[in-house]
């Protein structure tokens, strides 16, 4: 069915297709039957797993399948401990990736708020207040500041009515709304006579009729983009399948070949037996656990869920483990700017004022400006009112002088005056909010400013006018001024005047900076103010305003403007009489004004923002910066935070509209900000990004983010600013909103990804010695001469698969884990670190056990015990030599849990091998002084060949120079 084009319709033609009176809205009847059509006003939501399911989840895995499998075969066979062990690890593994993601998901759930738990709207003639779910298209909605849009919905009626869109295009600045229709080609970012769900009304008051509901909206259409955006597997989801189907060729491979050589050989010879039979698939089955590293999953879960732990520490909820790890390969992030890269607050940065006459006017922003006085710069970013003013162009220590100029008291008691808006206290977040239009909220924190609170900020004098606000923090800051200065008259802003004014019986103190007790207060956009102005306060003295002065006032504005700043004018009117003269005009209130001055604002960068992005710089991942705002905006920020650099490409969304597949193909690298840009534009940038073989993160709070969060290879929305949909659609949602977390996550992502390859290398090293050592052994001479027994192969084979492997994934990261670049996402497991290490116990270590077992094979017994000290001594030195695969040492010394493990494992065995029953278990006997100096000569010459694989490894790739140790 087609769906009118409610935006290019009139009020009328909208009332009459939805059969609603635009006076009376709905009766009770005809609302109970559109509730019942259309269904309540939800959005559909992504349904969860039950812990059931979420639990056997866990074991959909090849590898824990490989592991059940051992544990049925050591059962089958006999070896009940062995499979009660196997199992148990199988069983904690499965436990803790259930209990963190199940935490994961509850955490959540707490997140969520409700978007609008309650509307106004008219039923049968009167005002009611209903549950928003019940709101259904038709509904008259009555709409004023600081309310929650419930539903899409045509204006019929505006009273200065502006709405923060920020969560669905990404506009950082409010939007004016109005009632005439657009066209019908105007994106919804142009959509100024419509209301969409999920934004918020800052300003004045109006009446919408309801178009669209739950799903319908433009917000329920990107949840539904969302559902249908496939999800991929991660990396390490995707190395770990490869490993344990390797794996477990290997294992299988294993049994068959020396249980099957082993059993055919003897049948040759006649003397099978089904004794020798079972035997021998004993032995086939410890020689295959002992190939299988079976603690891998507890080691990978293990890893990741401290990662999840260490995370929520910093702020960020992981949905799904292996998204952790990820961020350790991400080559690209793909941010949004609103509330992300920003603060999300907007904050006035720069204020100019009309020097005297005989002063230079510099351009603004040069050198010379704040020589001149015409510009002041605003210290302090966001609503905390903490900061001073100071000319621009001093230095961050400068002195302050005593109270500004009277101008600029002016101009900034217009400012609080000649606003709405409201500064609120730190709650329990923690953080300042306001109540009202951001805009009016930056310039009332800019007036609290020349009394901040005591700190090196301070300010050393506080006008008068101000002195009646009391110690910051304080509920109703801006009413400590308002209260001694009543507002007597109001000419609200509305798109079409693009101004508002308001006038003040003022107390002494304030009249003495405007020059009247009874005074008018004028803001606006520059040109339209200064058209209305024919003096101007420079110098502390009201004077005409020359020709010069309005170019130097436009020219300060388009400077401004040129900084991505947005710029409001302020003015004011002494008036004859008092508040109990005769109401004003229109025209007497703004006619013949004094100008004060620009003020000029933006919603500044995060501080550590700007430090994350210099950090993803440094290490090879390139940000990109996708917001919906305007491109001067969007650039200045993105220069300012170092995302955009010369050279570096902006595009627009009507630019990328352009542009067919292939040639953005060709260019998307060169692209370092996207602005204008619509919720599938985002979409095709990841999908681009992703089809030169990057790993994408995607990061933003918006409903606009979401099919992106979806469809890129780790999505991160954040918690407290974020919508609804992008934390469904995320895999981490950032608790505290900053982008600083996503570079600590890129840190611990790759700490977790080095760990699992240490514990693997390690495990592949000793596993595949035993293997070859054990298996080759009996297939070179034969049953008879089993170098070790079943209980000795699985002794070794939990002893180095327990606490030392276990340990290795908890190691502290190497020196130089944020100096390097991402790994290339295609690259295996097996790089050519492990492949060299596996490759020296082949070279070396195999060929020492053989050399060793066939020098003593005339005393079975004694190249029995010689092999398994030898297998627990090497092992153990090759666990303490892995707590790096890259530095010494020396560089990087063991650390604690290591050490308890391997002295652990040494105590263990000190204390096994006292009772004769367990020596005769494992077929060996006490070592002597002979075999332990051997023993001991053997190890030294394995840990020097690691050490030396270590210096061929930095060589070859470029690490450990100038790093510490």
């Not at 947005?566 to 004011?572: Q, T």
């Amino acid at each position: 069915m087609h769906q009118p084009t409610w935006h290019a319709m009139t009020t009328d033609d909208v009332a009459r297709t939805l059969d609603t009176d635009p006076a009376h809205g709905l009766s009770a009847a005809q609302a109970a039957e559109r509730l019942t059509r259309h269904g309540p006003n939800e959005l559909t939501h992504e349904e969860r797993p039950s812990p059931l399911r979420m639990f056997l989840g866990q074991f959909a895995n090849v590898l824990i399948a490989i592991l059940l499998a051992a544990v049925a075969l050591s059962a089958a066979v006999g070896e009940v401990v062995d499979a009660a062990i196997i199992l148990v690890i199988v069983l904690f593994c499965a436990v803790l990736g259930f209990v963190q993601e199940y935490r994961a998901e509850q955490a959540l759930d707490a997140l969520k708020k409700m978007l609008s738990p309650t509307t106004s709207v008219l039923r049968d003639g009167a005002e009611a207040r209903i549950p928003s779910a019940q709101v259904v298209p038709g509904d008259v909605v009555l709409l004023e500041a600081g309310d929650r849009v419930p539903a899409d919905a045509r204006i019929i009626e505006a009273h200065s009515l502006r709405c923060d869109e920020a969560p669905l295009t990404g506009e950082s600045v409010p939007v004016g709304k109005g009632t005439d229709p657009v066209p019908e080609g105007a994106g919804t970012a142009d959509r100024r006579n419509m209301t969409f769900t999920g934004t918020t009304v800052t300003y004045g008051r109006g009446r919408a009729v309801v178009t669209a509901t739950g799903m319908e909206t433009a917000f329920g259409q990107i949840a539904r983009e969302v559902a249908t955006v496939e999800t991929v597997k991660t990396p390490l989801e995707k190395r770990t399948e490869e490993i344990g189907k390797w794996l477990g060729i290997i294992a299988l491979t294993i049994c068959v070949l020396v249980a099957g050589f082993s059993i055919a050989r003897e049948a040759v010879h006649g003397t099978v037996d089904f004794p020798f039979i079972v035997s021998m698939i004993m032995f086939a089955v410890s020689l295959a656990v002992a190939a299988v590293p079976e603690a891998l999953a507890a080691i990978v879960t293990g890893a990741l869920a401290i990662g999840m732990r260490q995370m929520a520490k910093r702020g960020a909820l992981v949905r799904r483990m292996p998204a952790v790890e990820t961020l350790g390969c991400t080559t690209v992030i793909c941010t949004d700017k609103t509330g992300t890269l920003t603060r999300g607050e907007m904050t006035v940065r720069a204020l100019f004022t009309v020097p005297p006459p005989a002063g230079p006017v510099a351009p603004v922003g040069s050198d010379a400006a704040g020589a001149a006085g015409a510009e002041t710069e605003v210290t302090g970013s966001g609503y905390e009112p903490k900061g001073r003013l100071r000319a621009a162009g001093q230095g961050a220590d400068a002195a302050a002088s005593g109270p500004p100029p009277r101008e600029v008291q002016a101009l900034l008691l217009a400012g609080i005056l000649c606003n709405d808006a409201e500064l609120l206290p730190p709650g329990d977040s923690g953080q300042w909010a306001i109540r009202g239009d951001p805009t009016e909220a930056a310039l009332v924190v800019a007036a609290l400013k020349l009394r901040s609170p005591g700190s090196e900020d301070a300010a050393p004098d506080c006008p008068a006018w101000l002195a009646a606000v009391p110690e910051l923090p304080d509920a109703g800051c801006a009413l400590h001024v308002r209260g001694p200065n009543p507002r007597v008259e109001e000419f609200p802003f509305s798109s079409e005047r693009k101004r508002m004014t308001t006038v003040h019986d003022l107390s002494p103190h304030a009249a003495a900076v405007a020059g009247a007790p009874y005074t008018a207060f004028m803001k606006g956009a520059p040109e339209v103010v200064l058209a209305r102005c024919d003096r101007v306060l420079s110098g502390g003295e009201v004077r005409p305003l020359t020709e010069a002065d309005r170019a130097a006032v436009l020219a300060a504005a388009e400077g401004m403007a040129g900084r991505a700043l947005r710029v409001l004018a302020l003015s004011m009117l002494p008036l004859e009489g008092d508040a109990n003269s005769a109401p004003l005009t229109e025209e007497d209130a703004e006619s013949g004004h004094v100008l004060l001055g620009l003020a000029g604002m933006m919603d500044p960068p995060r501080d550590e923002a700007k430090d994350a992005v210099a950090t993803c710089r440094r290490v090879g991942i390139r940000p990109v910066m996708i917001t919906g705002d305007h491109r001067l905006t969007a650039e200045a920020v993105a220069h300012e935070i170092g995302i955009h650099r010369e050279g570096d490409v902006v595009l627009t969304g009507d630019g990328l509209a352009a542009l067919d597949d292939d040639t953005f193909a060709g260019m998307v690298d060169k692209v370092s900000v996207y602005a204008r840009v619509s919720p599938m534009d985002k979409l095709r940038i990841v999908k681009a990004w992703k089809a030169r073989g990057d790993v994408v993160a995607m990061t933003g709070d918006g409903v606009n983010d979401a099919p992106a969060l979806k469809q890129a290879d780790i999505g991160v929305a954040m918690g407290i600013a974020g919508t609804e949909v992008a934390r469904e659609a995320a895999d981490m949602v950032l608790t505290d909103d900053n982008f600083a977390s996503i570079v600590k996550a890129i840190e611990l992502g790759r700490w977790i990804y080095d760990n699992i390859k240490k514990y693997l290398t390690f495990l592949l090293r000793c596993n595949i010695t035993e293997v070859a050592v054990i298996g080759g052994m009996v297939l070179l001479l034969g049953p008879d001469y089993l170098p070790l027994l079943p209980a000795a192969i699985l002794y070794i084979n939990l002893a180095t698969d327990g606490l030392p492997a276990l340990a290795l994934g908890v190691a502290p990261p190497d020196p130089d884990i944020m100096e390097r670049p991402p790994r290339d996402p295609r690259e295996s497991v097996f790089t050519r670190d492990v492949t060299t290490f596996v490759l020296l116990a082949v070279c070396i270590e195999i060929p020492l056990f053989f050399g060793l077992f066939l020098y003593d094979l005339s005393d079975i017994g004694t190249a029995r015990t010689e092999m398994f000290f030898l297998f627990i001594v090497i092992e153990m030195i090759i666990a303490l030599n892995f707590r790096s695969m890259r530095f010494s040492i020396m560089q990087a010394p063991p650390h604690g849990w290591l050490l308890l493990a391997i002295v652990w494992e040494v105590v263990l065995i000190v204390l096994l091998m006292q009772f004769a029953p367990v020596r005769d278990a494992f077929g060996i006997h006490m070592p002597d002084g002979r075999m332990l100096g051997i023993i001991t000569g053997f190890a030294v010459l394995v840990f020097a060949s690691m050490e030396l694989a270590k210096v061929f490894i930095r060589k070859r790739m470029g690490t450990g120079n100038g790093l510490p140790g």
